[in-house]
């Protein structure tokens, strides 16, 4: 089991997951973003490597993932990312990339690299399990869990195959569309969790839309095994780049009124 | 062949909440791919609506002048000024089969908005069309030809704001809108079923033109010629040939050189990569990134092409190579001058190629060029570049 397994068996409460953007805003504040997270109590790190045509994102993470890039991320800097937050922390780190970075690098050496520089499982965005044997094996090969993402749309037929090939946690898609922080949690959330519980042992975390502790709280009576954040936690971090303590300030408090909620 | 693929190219590599649309547009595509009242349907259209069968034109003076017998297809008669209505009109009433209430299009020249708009209005669907500003700054007129056909047209603003950015945004409506919008995609590209389904609907050009040619000269071409940008005008054209002693060339975009960098000839120049949910050559850095293009036939300012391209590519059975702004803009002077025919930007470097390689050519050879466009959208662009700099 690898670290994000173990941190589900642990919890007797849902875990909180925090998506960041590797780069963003640039090196240094990408890493005290990291820790501000880490330290207010995120139970799993969700670590985006910016991409030129993320379709999956909202504007938000688009406009992350180009900034990050304007100020010279790279494969390598990504992998040294990872490094970096090794050297302070244990916490389970999922990455969360889009195909042609793992293509592009060789399937295999990419899980190999991430492996080695201290990750925990790969999520491909753009990457159904139609077309993840092989990346499912380099997973499998390389230890890591290969996430793979659930939406409102996927058939019954699809979602067998998806629970078949994914570890470490599923991540379901709580609306169709992209990522972005929304008002309202959409309805569609706590139906899924419906639909898919009984047909996986394995954890079920909720993502897309969520940026408020009432979104967190729905989620926890719900039953989500993890509830996931990504677009409100990099909209803090764009609002607070040239000021890296009201950044620090402003995430801690943000993740520890998620954190309050899921408590219960 | 696995499902989708063009030998290794093509697939489905996109993001989980559009599958379940992906699967419901192919099976669509198959049943009504072959549904007599769908195709009687769409060749009335195309017979009484849009203009076909396009006439094959001999060009007399321009085979005078290169020594071989020169025939274009002429898809710029087409009703909208380009090959694009063939694949709208296609898959707008296959929507309306499928009951689907909005269409959305990217565009880049905006011709594919444009004909997505005409399909649209004449079939009674809604049309939004999604953009780049920097394309709305450089092609005002069709953003008002769209607007006059009641499509709403959508700015783009994210990443390059040309034609790669205005799939990515329509994609992400897609992904929020699939029960009740059809993606209505311009080229062979994107994600299965679309390289095969825009295949399938542009491939009417290489039919008639093959009928065309046996009626008139008893034989078929010896070799034809095409631009791609996408491709689908291109796989339009070479496909009922493939089987063939033809030989079938594909002309990308060279912009400034392929030295320079400042190009769109993914085939020539790209490596295999994915984007827009196909595996397919790509313009790209080490890291994967997707690299900006340039062409001046913004058709052709796209920095992936169709998966089967990438296959034809590498088998050999398709040459490929590219030409210059420079040479494309030669071109569509000579075609105007000598022919009385303004051809669109795009088309003009396949006129370029075969300027370039007449003397490859015999006397009696039969040499095809598809005209895929007009040139009315390009005036007032190739009129600032004769002022020169300002």
């Not at chain 2, 791919?33 to 076909?52: C, H, K, Q, V, W």
């Not at chain 2, 939004?128 to 047209?153: C, S, T």
């Not at chain 2, 040939?241 to 079938?248: E, M, S």
Request: net charge negative.
């Amino acid at each position: 089991m690898t670290r994000i397994g173990e941190v589900f068996g642990m919890l007797d409460r849902p875990a909180f997951i925090a998506y960041l953007v590797a780069g963003y805003p640039d090196q240094h504040g990408f890493l005290t973003a990291a820790q501000a997270v880490i330290e207010a109590g995120a139970d799993i790190l969700e670590l985006g490597m910016p991409f030129s045509d993320p379709v999956a994102d909202g504007p938000t993470i688009q406009r992350a993932h180009t900034r990050a890039l304007e100020q010279g991320m790279t494969v390598d800097g990504f992998f040294n990312s990872i490094r970096e937050v090794r050297r302070f922390s244990e916490i389970p780190i999922l990455l969360m990339v889009y195909c042609n970075t793992v293509y592009r690098r060789g399937v295999e050496q990419f899980y190999l690299e991430a492996k080695g520089a201290g990750a925990d499982g790969v999520l491909i965005v753009d990457m159904p399990p139609e077309e993840g044997g092989r990346a499912v094996r380099a997973a499998r090969e390389s230890g890591l869990d290969q996430v793979f993402l659930v939406a409102p749309s996927t058939s019954d037929e699809r979602l067998e195959q998806i629970l078949k090939s994914g570890g470490g946690f599923v991540y379901l898609a709580s609306l169709l569309g992209v990522t972005g922080a929304r008002e309202k949690l959409s309805d569609q959330a706590s139906r899924l969790i419906g639909r898919v519980r009984p047909r996986t042992r394995l954890p079920l975390a909720v993502g897309f839309g969520i940026s408020r502790p009432e979104h967190a709280a729905a989620l926890r009576t719900a039953r989500a095994d993890g509830v996931i954040v990504g677009s409100a936690l990099v909209r803090i971090v764009e609002e607070y780049a040239g000021d890296p303590e009201r950044m620090t300030h402003e995430l801690q408090g943000f993740v520890a009124g998620m954190r309050k909620e899921l408590e219960g | 062949m696995k499902r989708g693929r063009f030998g290794d190219f093509g697939g489905q590599f996109a993001p989980e909440s559009l599958m379940g649309a992906l699967s419901e547009l192919e099976d669509a595509f198959r049943r009504y791919g072959n549904d007599p009242g769908f195709l009687s349907t769409l060749d009335s259209y195309l017979a009484e609506f849009a203009g076909r069968p396009t006439p094959l034109t001999h060009c007399r003076n321009l085979s005078e002048d290169l020594g071989c017998r020169v025939f274009l297809k002429r898809e710029d008669l087409l009703h909208g000024g380009a090959h694009k209505l063939n694949n709208t009109l296609g898959q707008a009433l296959l929507a309306r089969f499928m009951g689907k209430k909005r269409l959305i299009a990217e565009t880049g020249a905006g011709q594919h908005g444009v004909a997505t708009a005409i399909a649209g209005a004449v079939l009674g669907i809604p049309v939004e069309v999604y953009m780049g500003e920097v394309d709305i700054g450089r092609q005002h007129p069709n953003v008002f030809r769209m607007e006059l056909m009641g499509a709403k047209v959508i700015p783009v603003s994210s990443g390059t704001r040309t034609l790669k950015d205005a799939v990515n945004e329509a994609l992400r409506d897609w992904a929020a809108s699939v029960g009740e919008t059809h993606y209505l995609l311009g080229s062979v590209v994107g994600p299965h079923p679309f390289p095969l389904m825009v295949r399938t609907f542009q491939s009417v050009i290489g039919k008639e033109t093959r009928a065309q040619i046996l009626e008139r000269e008893g034989r078929l071409p010896d070799a034809i010629l095409a631009c791609v940008g996408g491709g689908s005008n291109a796989i339009g054209i070479f496909h009922p040939f493939l089987q063939d002693r033809v030989r079938l060339i594909g002309v990308e975009a060279g912009g400034e050189g392929i030295e320079t960098g400042r190009h769109g000839a993914s085939l020539c120049a790209g490596s295999p990569g994915i984007l827009h949910g196909a595996l397919s050559f790509l313009l790209q850095d080490q890291d994967g990134q997707v690299l900006p293009t340039h062409s001046i036939a913004a058709g052709l300012d796209y920095p992936g092409v169709g998966p089967e391209h990438s296959m034809l590519h590498e088998t050999g059975r398709v040459e490929y190579t590219s030409v210059t702004d420079q040479e494309a803009l030669e071109a569509f002077a000579l075609l105007s001058r000598r022919e009385g025919i303004i051809p669109a930007l795009e088309s003009a470097h396949a006129i370029a190629q075969l300027l370039k390689m007449a003397g490859e050519f015999e006397r009696d050879d039969i040499i095809v060029v598809n005209l895929s466009g007009r040139g009315d959208k390009d005036l007032a662009e190739v009129a600032r570049l004769r002022r020169g700099p300002e």
